[in-house]
Every structure is written in C-alpha cells, then in structure tokens.
C-alpha cells in the first residue's frame, strides 16, 4: 500500500533505554518531518530531513537522534529514553514544497 | 513570535450549524497557512490553506478566512457534520527557502450534536 507507515504503533519502553521508532514511505518524497503531539500543545517538530543525509533540528531536538541513509527512511532514536518524552510521535512527509501533505498513523510511545 | 495561538479548545455546534475556529500569529515572515483535521487514532490530513496575499478561500463545506492587518486567520465549517467531529489544528510556515518548518495551534476538539 502506498503511504506512510510507521512501526511500531505502540511502544512501552523503560527510562534509560535505547528506542528507535521507524517511518518508511513508498513515495519519494524528499522531506520527511518527525513531530511529536502532546496534550495542549499541538504538534512540535523534532527533526525534519530534506533528502538523504540532509537532517536538521526542529523545535525539540533534544534527546533525538535521526539519520536518513535512504530516501524512503527516517528512523527516530531516543538515546536514553526519559518519562518526558512519553507522547504521540508522527512522521510526515512534504510535497510540492508547501506543507506537510502525508502523515503516518502515529506511534504511542509511553517511557515507564 | 513563533508561536500560533487556536482558539477554541473545544467547540460544540449542532448539526447544520456554522463550526468557526480562530489563530493568530505574530510573526509576519509566515507565508502559509495550512489547516489540518485529525481523527481519534489517526495522524493529521491535510484539509485546506492559505497564502497571505489571498482574503478566503474556500473548499466545498470549509472556508479560510484571513486578515493579514490582524494577523488571525479562521476556519469556518458550514452545514456541520456529525462526520466534521475531529480535532483540528491551524499551523503556520515560516523560515528561510528549503528550510521552512510549521508552527503548529494547540488545536481544537470539534463535536458536531445530531
């Protein structure tokens, strides 16, 4: 199926632990956003990629690490995962160059 | 000033009313204004927008509104839906060419009575 998919859906991981939430798109979009969405605030950016090994830091960065070796990926990493960064995750991807036009179904992420 | 700000947080209409949702924004270097909609369980869509040299613009049902002297811009739903039930969030583009990045609004949960 063409789209969006993000693995895992849900995730429950412990403070301190490694975690890697995946996106993988069947297009070949060159941007791809991973947001995250909390209560109250919306949705904020944590790393957008405007191509293969093109990355950069959005509004809340830290404790994230991205890499994107091939178009169609964009892992997100928790290196140490914290209780603070329990919440929704969403990649996206942008076309045209306007706005972000595709997102995944999201990934539940709870840091126990 | 990167901030956008949605009002209401909740917002209750009957069906076949008129469902309006408010932003506004300070930062006046944003030029694009996309609205999205967003399902209990589902990743946001994509549902209209807007560039801030045009006043409205409208899609079947769902028009934008924008007043660039105020810095506010609104979605209003006509003939509401009990299928418009959603959370809606406004977002505005800002930045320099190639590196633009949305700000998202803290949303606004939609319920459309039958």
């Known amino acids: 199926d063409a789209g969006i998919t993000q693995s895992p859906r849900y995730k429950i991981t412990e403070t301190g632990r490694q975690v890697t939430l995946m996106c993988h798109q069947t297009w070949s979009h060159s941007y791809m956003f991973w947001y995250r969405q909390d209560l109250g605030h919306g949705l904020r950016l944590i790393y957008y990629s405007a191509a293969a090994d093109i990355t950069d830091k959005g509004e809340v960065p830290d404790g994230y690490v991205v890499s994107r070796s091939k178009t169609e990926n964009f892992p997100l990493t928790l290196e140490s995962a914290t209780r603070s960064q329990t919440s929704v995750y969403f990649c996206a991807t942008r076309v045209g160059g306007l706005t972000e036009a595709f997102f995944g179904q999201g990934t539940r992420l709870t840091v126990v | 000033q990167q901030q956008v700000k949605q009002s209401p947080q909740s917002l209750i209409v009957q069906k076949g009313g008129i469902s309006i949702i408010n932003c506004a924004y300070e930062n006046t270097a944003f030029d694009y204004f996309p609205w999205y909609q967003q399902f209990p369980g589902k990743g946001p869509a994509l549902l209209i927008a807007i560039r801030p040299d045009v006043s409205e613009k409208k899609e079947g049902r769902f028009t934008i509104s924008f007043n660039k002297s105020a810095k506010q811009f609104s979605l209003h739903i006509m003939d509401s839906q009990p299928g418009d039930s959603a959370t809606y969030f406004c977002?505005?583009?800002?930045?320099?060419?190639?590196?633009?990045?949305?700000?998202f609004g803290q949303g606004t949960r939609l319920t459309i009575n039958p």
């Open positions: 977002a505005a583009r800002g930045g320099i060419q190639g590196a633009q990045k949305l700000v």
